[in-house]
């Protein structure tokens, strides 16, 4: 049973987002014990309760306010929340985070053997999509007339199967449309991952909890970005070395036992280092070059 002083998140059950929003609730110590199948979960150390639903759900229970928080992509969010652009803009929810997964774009596709110079070749054409409102959108602020053909899934079989001209999915890597002949002619949305938080009235106890949350999701998040980064560096070479590594800040520098003219370099880095970035620092005298990935970050 639901408690109500417990706060509620929404996660995708079983999708594209589903273990990424698990991990990352894991990865902020929250304990919980998924079972497949499951579509409530309680947390077993802090006062939360997790909605496994379908994604296409999620911004209909914030907006309920049958949830406090969800995981959802903000192209579910733009299309099932849309409000055309003539009318008043009203609040549905608050965007808390952008979680840097789920990354892909809504694009426009066409057959690879098909002509196009522009917008204006897609005028008139059947377009195949989940995403009515989003393309309806795009295509009413470029005032290009088309006609819409909605479709669950499977939207890049549309073109072979003589169903619509034209289709506008999901695109990640790009392998989909590969393999169905098709060529990205027109990005209409960038979408990722988000919390999102509903309007309305919480409770501080709850609000105490998202606090607490948010802090740890941006922990996650920057300790996901950063590296840390140690070597052993010529004195001599130190700025060139630290040039090397952009987004390290304020390296920690330590001497070397016996050494007089190296030292020991501790830094964190905001940025992937490459194996050619590696390379450079050892032709500039670096040796035991370390990268290592961080778990948890509070600055
Ligand atoms: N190829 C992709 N790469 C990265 N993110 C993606 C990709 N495809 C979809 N997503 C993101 O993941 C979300 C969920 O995608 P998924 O394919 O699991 O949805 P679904 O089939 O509608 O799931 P559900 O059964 O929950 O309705 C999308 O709305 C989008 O935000
Ligand atoms: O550019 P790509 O990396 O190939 O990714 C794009 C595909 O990913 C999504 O589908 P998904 O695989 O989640 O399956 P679904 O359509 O059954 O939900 C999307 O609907 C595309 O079909
Ligand atoms: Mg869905």
Not at 33 to 38: A, D, L, V, Y
Not at 89 to 112: E, M, Q, T, V, W
Not at 242 to 265: D, F, Q
Request: hydrophobic content about 40%; aromatic content about 6%; some cysteine.
């Amino acid at each position: 049973m639901l408690e109500k002083n417990r706060l509620r998140i929404a996660l995708q059950k079983s999708g594209r987002l589903s273990s990424e929003s698990y991990n990352l609730l894991i990865k902020c110590g929250i304990k919980i014990n998924f079972q497949h199948n499951q579509l409530i979960a309680f947390a077993e150390n802090m006062p939360i309760d997790i909605l496994c639903v379908r994604d296409d759900d999620i911004p209909g229970l914030i907006v309920d306010k049958v949830v406090d928080l969800g995981i959802v992509g903000e192209n579910v969010l733009e299309e099932k929340l849309f409000i055309k652009d003539n009318v008043k803009k009203k609040k549905f929810y608050n965007l808390l985070i952008r979680l840097d997964f789920g990354i892909c774009r809504l694009s426009l596709a066409i057959p690879k053997n098909s002509a196009y110079y522009g917008l204006d070749s897609l005028k008139n054409k059947r377009i195949a999509s989940s995403y009515p409102n989003l393309v309806t959108q795009f295509f009413y602020k470029k005032s290009i007339p088309f006609k819409l053909c909605i479709l669950n899934g499977s939207v890049e079989v549309a073109p072979r199967a003589g169903l619509a001209d034209v289709i506008c999915d999901l695109v990640s890597t790009g392998t989909t449309l590969e393999a169905n002949d098709l060529k990205e002619v027109q990005t209409v949305f960038n979408s990722q991952a988000c919390v999102i938080c509903r309007l309305g009235h919480i409770e501080n106890s709850k609000q105490i909890i998202i606090n607490k949350l948010m802090n740890r999701i941006n922990g996650v998040i920057k300790a996901r970005e950063s590296k840390y980064i140690m070597l052993h560096a010529p004195i001599s070479k130190l700025n060139e070395i630290i040039s090397l590594l952009h987004g390290a800040e304020n390296p920690t520098i330590l001497k070397l036992a016996g050494e007089k003219n190296r030292v020991a370099m501790h830094m964190v880095s905001s940025e992937t280092v490459f194996w050619e970035t590696m390379e450079k620092l050892k032709s500039l005298g670096a040796s035991s070059i370390l990268v290592l990935p961080i778990e948890k970050m509070l600055e």
